[in-house]
């Protein structure tokens, strides 16, 4: 059976992407309430209870809201790195030790018949880290929550069949927005989060020939909008040579809305 997936919710106000195969149905991230995530669930028709685990990017609430709460009710292995681990005590309520897995960054996981890769993030949390699952020759890269697309990421995502790629903000609207100072200068900041024109010069780098969706994720609530980041991502890519529509199409996420669950 082909990999399938869906961004359940992507934003600031709440994250969790769900990706399964023949033999497996994987939660990353839990950064909305149990029943938020239940609610979303039930618009892919699928069913938190079969969950085979859940992997956990970084500590921040948007990406851990409801952990625990499903964790425990549908008592479900969790993985995270050391630091993550030690970030969420306290976060996330008690978890049964035979819940608590290591998923030490920069390894490579196998899940049955998938297998996932984590690689390491620029982003103001202890240890965040990202996922490219690999199923059956397809190939598909998750990264928000990121300053910056380094070259070592670049190389780690590179040529993915489907991308879940950041672009956070539009930076004009950030900086005549109405945070306070601090809270911009640590967007725009190499732990921060990556702009719409950013997302674009770094998709310029890393799509390839089987690349066929780009789905934009994590949009700012108050310093975007999903037309906006599309036209600018969609030009900036053009500048590049790289016509949406041509090889590979650009998707909208929703904090609210799940994608359609689709096949890579």
Not at 23 to 42: H, I, M, T, Y
Not at 117 to 124: A, K, R
Request: a negative charge; proline letters at 2%; zero cysteines.
């Amino acid at each position: 059976m082909a990999m399938q997936f869906s961004v359940l919710a992507s934003g600031s106000t709440g994250n969790a992407f769900y990706i399964e195969t023949g033999q497996q149905r994987l939660l990353v991230d839990a950064g909305l309430s149990g029943k938020q995530l239940e609610q979303l669930f039930g618009q892919i028709d699928r069913d938190l209870r079969d969950l085979t685990a859940i992997l956990v990017t970084h500590e921040h609430s948007d990406h851990i809201k409801g952990l625990g709460v499903i964790a425990r009710k549908y008592k479900l292995p969790i993985y995270a790195n050391e630091k993550t681990w030690k970030a969420m005590e306290g976060l996330i309520g008690d978890i049964p030790t035979e819940q608590k897995f290591i998923f030490p960054l920069g390894k490579v996981r196998s899940f049955g018949d998938l297998d996932v890769e984590s690689f390491g993030v620029s982003h103001d949390a202890a240890e965040p880290m990202f996922y490219v699952f690999y199923h059956e020759g397809k190939k598909l890269a998750l990264i928000t929550d990121t300053g910056y697309v380094s070259d070592r990421m670049k190389g780690t995502i590179k040529n993915a069949d489907v991308f879940i790629f950041e672009s956070n903000h539009d930076v004009e609207m950030l900086r005549m927005g109405k945070y306070p100072w601090n809270v911009k200068r640590r967007i725009l900041s190499d732990v921060g989060h990556v702009s719409n024109e950013e997302a674009g010069l770094a998709l310029a780098d890393v799509i390839g020939d089987r690349t066929k969706r780009i789905y934009l994720a994590h949009l700012s609530q108050d310093n975007n909008i999903k037309e906006l980041a599309r036209m600018t991502v969609a030009q900036t890519l053009a500048n590049r040579g790289l016509a949406i529509g041509d090889q590979f199409d650009l998707y909208d996420t929703d904090p609210k809305i799940a994608t359609k669950l689709v096949y890579v």
